[in-house]
C-alpha cells in the first residue's frame, strides 16, 4: 500500500543505503583488514567439525542414567 505521500520500506531503505554506501576502496580496505588474504584450513576441518556436530547431537539426544533408570 503505497501512496505518493507514503513511500514503501524498499525505496525508503534503497535510499538510506545509497546515502551512506562506503567508497568501494574503503570497504576493500575494511574487508582486506578482516578476511586474512590466504584462509587457511586443515585438511582435516570438515571431518573435525563434523565430529563435534555429531558428539553433540549425541550428548543432546543422549536420556540421561536416572531417567533411564526411571523406566519400568
Not at 578476511?35 to 547431537?57: C, K, Q, Y
Not at 550428548?59 to 523406566?71: E, I
Amino acid at each position: 500500500m503505497t501512496s505518493p505521500a507514503r513511500p514503501d520500506l524498499d525505496q525508503l531503505l534503497t535510499a538510506w543505503a545509497e546515502a551512506r554506501r562506503l567508497p568501494d576502496a574503503d570497504a576493500e580496505r575494511i574487508r582486506q583488514a578482516i578476511v586474512p588474504a590466504d584462509p587457511t584450513l586443515s585438511a582435516t576441518w570438515w571431518s573435525d567439525f563434523n565430529a563435534r556436530i555429531s558428539a553433540t547431537i549425541a550428548r543432546a539426544t543422549t536420556a540421561p542414567a536416572p531417567a533411564l533408570a526411571a523406566l519400568p
